[in-house]
């Protein structure tokens, strides 16, 4: 069996992947802890690696027909720096991690990985982000809510990769993320919130909600959001008792070793509560 | 599988399994006993190298990744200038007590310096907040760093 391949270009990583059962692996920084096996030993795979981080082509950022296109393998480092990044992106990014494995760390890998507690799904799931997954014979474009299934399941097929992120074009001029977590920069998040909002002359023109880490996967509301569109910031400002009663009843995170279920639908409702007192 | 690359100025080209950790590679096959394994979960920073002059976690890199690319160890930083320069300063600032974390320390201060050569507190405070140390609170190491920054204007 072979260990691995590096391409090199997207096309040969493609033929690849056609033709072997393969794991691709971008800057490895989930892979290599979720594989590892103790100290000094080389973590296990159970199938030849597939090295993509280095590939050109998953490594640019480029605006096409107004939207932001991003490759699968941009450093979270780079989009922090990236002037064609949202400001919402980078203070997501910020968070995550640390310096050091940030710049190892990819955006693809982030969503590939599909953990509910993933720190770019909340921003990526409220601007209705879009996916460009791609085989050496077939191409699409999918919804990242369509993507990412269930905790660590994502719809990949055997012979893909995903390549681009689309961030369509579209100005918020709130925006708010937060995350708790145990230690500010590192451990995976306990609860996150991302809300951004479109507010002119006082009227809600848009808004977007997401919570990370309180349900199998993101939990985003388009009924909830629709009700709020449209309407005075008084108005919303009035009603936020009543937009967190039924947002409550879709948070449903769970026990785990980072934190309890109680204390994650505490704080996220609280998260919201936050962000809607700000609009103005 | 064959990887080529520079380590500390010269090129290696090895024979491995593309899935074993740099971290491993770096302490047991070079010997290069700077690098540190505190974790192996990229969580404590003990392992932090350079990577084209950035700082890395050796521990979460699998060797597959490093064709082409310039890693750069305490082993060899420890021989410029800048070195000389944090090293002077960490010790007049008491940065240093056990030593475990020093190396991952020193090469995330590097990086940080090369990128912004007059970080403010929060900045550096960022810049490690990938490194952990259980003997100094961390203050003395802000000092540290700041210190250097200062003493070595125009080396970065
Ligand atoms: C110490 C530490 C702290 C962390 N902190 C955070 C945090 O705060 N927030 C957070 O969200 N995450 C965090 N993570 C998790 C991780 O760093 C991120 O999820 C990162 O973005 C993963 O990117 P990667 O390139 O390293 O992924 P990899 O490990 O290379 O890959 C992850 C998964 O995605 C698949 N994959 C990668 N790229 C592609 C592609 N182009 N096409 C198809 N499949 C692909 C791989 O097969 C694998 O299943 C942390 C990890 C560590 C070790
Ligand atoms: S050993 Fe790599 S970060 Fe702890
Ligand atoms: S000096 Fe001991 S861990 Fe930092």
């Known amino acids: ?71 699968a393998g ?90 681009e992120i689309i961030i369509p074009n579209k100005i918020f001029n709130v925006s708010y993320y937060k995350k708790v977590g ?14 951004l909002a479109d507010i002119k002359n006082s009227n ?21 959001e629709a009700s709020i569109i449209g309407k005075p910031v008084s108005e919303i400002n009035a009603a936020v008792p009543e937009i967190l009663k039924k947002y409550a009843t879709l948070i449903r995170p769970i026990d785990d070793a980072r934190s309890s279920a109680a204390y994650r639908k505490r704080v996220s409702l609280r998260l919201l509560e936050d962000f809607l007192s700000k609009l103005s | ?47 932090v190298v350079l990577m084209d ?6 521990c979460l890199i699998p060797v597959g990744n490093i064709e082409g690319r310039h890693i750069v160890t305490m082993e060899s930083f420890r021989k410029t200038e800048r070195y000389k320069v944090i090293e002077e300063s960490f010790l007049e600032a008491g940065s240093v007590q056990c030593g475990f974390c020093t190396p ?3 090469m995330s201060t590097e990086s940080l310096l090369r990128e912004n050569p007059k970080p403010g507190d929060n900045e550096i405070r960022d810049a490690l907040s990938g490194n952990l140390c259980r003997c100094t609170g961390y203050n003395m190491i802000i000092k540290g760093v700041k210190l250097a920054a200062t003493r070595g204007k125009g080396l970065w």
Do not use: W
Request: hydrophobic fraction near 40%.
């Open chain 1, 1 to 71: 069996m072979v260990d691995g391949f590096r391409p090199a270009d997207l096309q040969e990583a493609l033929e690849f992947r056609a033709r072997h059962p393969s794991i691709p692996i971008a800057g490895g920084t989930d892979l290599m802890v979720q594989k590892a096996r103790g100290f000094g030993l080389k973590p296990d795979f159970n199938k030849p690696l597939l090295f993509i981080g280095h590939l050109r082509k998953l490594r640019q950022i480029s605006v096409r027909d107004g939207n932001i296109h991003i490759g």
């Open chain 1, 74 to 163: 941009v450093l979270l480092s780079e989009l922090i720096i990236n002037d064609k990044i949202s400001e919402a992106l980078k203070m997501a990014v910020r968070q995550m991690a640390s310096p050091p494995s940030r710049n190892l760390a990819t955006i693809g890998g982030n969503i590939c990985n599909a953990s509910p507690a993933g720190d770019t799904l909340p921003y990526l799931y409220a601007v209705d982000a879009k996916l460009i997954l791609k085989s050496v014979s077939s191409e699409r474009i999918i919804h990242i809510g369509k993507f990412i299934t269930d905790p660590k399941q994502n719809t990949l097929e055997h012979d893909e990769l995903l390549t």
């Open chain 1, 182 to 195: 145990q230690r500010k920069g590192m451990s995976l998040t306990k609860a996150s919130f991302q809300g």
């Open chain 1, 204 to 224: 809600v023109l848009d808004i977007r909600i997401a919570f990370g880490s309180v349900a199998p996967i993101i939990v985003r509301s388009r009924e909830i």
């Open chain 2, 1 to 47: 599988m064959k990887i080529e690359f520079v380590l500390n100025d010269k090129k290696q080209v090895i024979q491995v399994d593309p899935a074993s950790r740099l971290l491993d590679i770096l302490r047991d096959d070079f010997e290069l006993t700077s690098v540190k394994e505190g974790c192996g979960e990229g969580e404590c920073g003990a392992c």
């Open chain 2, 53 to 58: 002059d950035k700082a890395v976690n050796s």
């Open chain 2, 104 to 106: 991952g320390i020193v």
